[in-house]
């Protein structure tokens, strides 16, 4: 398995800042994803960072507000711009290290909340 | 695209009983895998079983059993000997292989909170 850290695990911030939320694997991984968590909701899918050229967007996601980063095989980090009270989530990166494993794993997750 | 629904958004039992959580997805893909994640309040997310859909027999994890049912594409998690423990929201989710050994992202459904009394 591969051991993620998050960082911040928490934060709070105000209304029209940005934060950048790191993730790191403990090994080099095939893919990376990261997902937005609502209160009491589900999880979904904001976007699959590509290491060395841009991200993949989902619908609903664009680049000017979760600008994403992954400069190399063990790293990324989403930003989340311009912060309004509806951004108020649990940010989960996870990684899928290839096929050899067929599974995804999960990042302890970064709660924040805008006020 | 794919969907992912768990009908049940809470679920009691007693410990030690049995009790099984239901799913049902939508995809046209004919390779795939299912999951069953668990996510207790500490919110990090621990997968407890998987299955291939290109498997017949159903995964098993100790106490954690699935019933994959292919054709009428539904995977039901069971959890015998239920501890408190368990208590958590399960989450159903799907997954679809990419090219040169990739992946797509999980597709979630709503999940299900599970809570075993003493």
């Known amino acids: 398995s591969a051991v993620i850290s998050q960082k911040p695990s928490r934060d709070i911030c105000q209304r029209g800042t940005s934060l950048t939320i790191q993730c790191q694997v403990d090994s080099q991984v095939t893919m990376m994803f990261w997902y937005r968590q609502q209160p009491g909701q589900s999880l979904t899918l904001i976007a699959t960072?590509?290491?060395?050229?841009?991200?993949?967007?989902e619908s609903g996601f664009v680049i000017d507000k979760f600008p994403i980063s992954r400069p190399n095989l063990t790293f990324s980090t989403l930003t989340v711009s311009n912060m309004s009270p509806e951004d108020s989530s649990i940010y989960l990166c996870?990684?899928?290290?290839?096929?050899?494993?067929?599974?995804?794993?999960f990042g302890p997750g970064t709660r924040l909340t805008v006020l | 695209a794919q969907t992912v629904t768990q009908s049940q958004p809470e679920m009691s039992v007693q410990e030690a009983e049995t009790v099984t959580l239901s799913c049902t997805y939508d995809t046209s893909e004919s390779n795939y895998y299912l999951f069953w994640y668990k996510q207790p309040p500490s919110r990090q997310m621990i997968l407890v079983i998987r299955?291939?859909?290109?498997?017949?027999q159903n995964a098993t994890e100790n106490r954690f059993s699935v019933n994959f049912q292919k054709a009428a594409k539904s995977f039901s998690l069971k959890i015998s000997d239920s501890q408190l423990g368990d208590t958590a929201m399960y989450f159903c989710?799907?997954?679809?292989?990419?090219?040169?050994?990739?992946?797509?992202?999980?597709?979630f459904g709503k999940g299900t909170h599970l809570i075993i009394q003493p």
């Open positions: 996870s990684v899928y290290p290839g096929p050899w494993h067929n599974e995804q794993f």
């Open positions: 960072a590509n290491q060395g050229s841009e991200a993949t967007y």
């Open positions: 299955q291939e859909a290109y498997k017949q």
């Open positions: 989710a799907f997954m679809k292989p990419a090219g040169g050994g990739g992946a797509d992202g999980l597709t």
